[in-house]
Every structure is written in structure tokens, then in C-alpha cells.
């Protein structure tokens, strides 16, 4: 435990955030698997908060967060009660690839955010789909934004988030970005992608829906692409 909680407190004060030792403490019990769910839902006076787990108390952890190697996230069998949760965002830089397995729910604080300078692979199967959403009853994130990376994304559903699938390439090199047979609810805009004329992208059998009936939304938008 006292591992995970130096661990958060070196994090925070990368972000230049100084975590008191209320704030540690709830982003560490907050985070831990509750190995007791089925019998006992929540802290117990047999096994507490349940295990510690690291890797879900860096995601928790407040300020943006940069991979430095690549990384799989596989399904979590406690995420009823206990889901990877992105607090801020989390940066996948060029050169580094996530993988992300059929079955995981990442869930995401307001305003966090998945950026995708690497590689972004999230393939689910039609009965095990990949979720990416809200973590707080009636919040928005901010959504997968792939900036000048690539994606290879299948049987996902992505909900509540301002700008669910955005792409965009400065550079405008060739950059594929694959979206299949996926799941997209609410939004600004459910698929957003500009600025890579040389790129052959993939989108089909993708649903996008509950997009709000204004103007300046729209469920699909494509700006000197192909």
C-alpha cells in the first residue's frame, strides 16, 4: 500500500499537482479491486478496500499522463464496482503502441480524454465490445482524439463524450485510421476526420446516433480527407 501511494504522490507532483494525504488515500482505496464484491460489496472488516491496484491509482491519479512503452489493458473482472477510470488524459506518444482487449470498459472523468499520437488498437468481437465512457452519472468527456496516430478500432461503443471519434492529421502523410462494426451515442460530432488527403481510411457498419439536433452538430464530419 505505502508502494502505491509514493507511486500517486510522485505522479501528482509530475503534474505539478501536491496531493494531500486524504486525496492519496481515496485515489488508492478508490482504485482497489474488491476481491469480496460478490459477498461483501465495499470496504469489509475482513479484507478492507480489497487489493491494491497500481496501475488503476496512476489513472486516477490527477494530470495528463503520457505512456512511455507499450502497454495491453485487458478486461477487468471487477469493473462492476471498480472500472479503469481515466481521472485527466492519458497520451499514447509516437512510437508506442496501447492495446486494448476484447471485453474492457475504460471509463473517464469529465473533461479527460484517450490521445493517440502512436498506435491505438482496440478490436472487440460482436458478443465481447471494447466500452469507452463516462465514469460520472451525467458528465461529457472529452473523447478518442487520434492526432497525427493511427487506429485499428472494432466492436468499441463510445458514449458521453464531446468529440467521441476525432481525427486529425497536420502533417497530412499517410495515416490510416479503421473504425468497424462499432457503437457511437451522443457527441458534438459522433465521427469527426480531416486533414489526411492521402490516406485510404476504413469506416463502415459503424451506428451513430442521439446526436443533439443543432446546427453546428452533426453525426458524421469529413474536411479534405478520403
Avoid at 500517486?8 to 486525496?23: A, R
Wanted: proline share 4%; aromatic share 8%; net charge negative.
Amino acid at each position: 500500500v505505502a508502494a502505491v501511494a509514493s507511486l500517486v504522490k510522485s505522479q501528482g507532483l509530475e503534474s505539478g499537482i501536491e496531493l494531500t494525504h486524504d486525496e492519496i488515500q481515496e485515489i488508492v482505496t478508490s482504485s482497489s479491486d474488491d476481491c469480496n464484491f460478490a459477498t461483501f460489496a465495499g470496504r469489509d472488516s475482513m479484507l478492507g478496500f480489497g487489493r491494491v491496484n497500481a496501475f488503476k491509482a496512476l489513472l486516477r491519479t490527477p494530470g495528463r499522463k503520457e505512456l512511455e512503452s507499450d502497454l495491453v489493458i485487458p478486461p477487468h473482472y471487477y469493473d462492476a464496482v471498480s472500472p479503469y477510470y481515466v481521472v485527466d488524459g492519458l497520451v499514447v506518444p509516437d512510437g508506442i503502441t496501447l492495446t486494448i482487449e476484447a471485453g474492457t470498459r475504460i471509463t473517464f472523468g469529465p473533461d479527460a480524454y484517450l490521445e493517440v499520437q502512436g498506435i491505438l488498437i482496440a478490436q472487440g468481437t460482436e458478443g465481447d465490445s471494447i466500452r469507452f465512457e463516462i465514469g460520472e452519472e451525467g458528465g461529457e468527456w472529452e473523447g478518442i482524439h487520434i492526432l497525427g496516430g493511427q487506429a485499428h478500432v472494432s466492436y468499441v461503443v463510445i458514449q458521453h463524450a464531446f468529440l467521441p471519434f476525432f481525427s486529425e492529421n497536420a502533417s497530412g502523410s499517410v495515416i490510416p485510421i479503421e473504425l468497424t462494426d462499432s457503437r457511437i451515442k451522443g457527441g458534438q460530432t459522433g465521427i469527426r476526420i480531416w486533414g489526411s488527403p492521402l490516406s485510404d481510411h476504413l469506416i463502415q457498419r459503424v451506428t451513430v446516433h442521439d446526436v443533439p439536433n443543432l446546427s453546428t452538430y452533426a453525426g458524421l464530419y469529413f474536411m479534405n480527407t478520403k
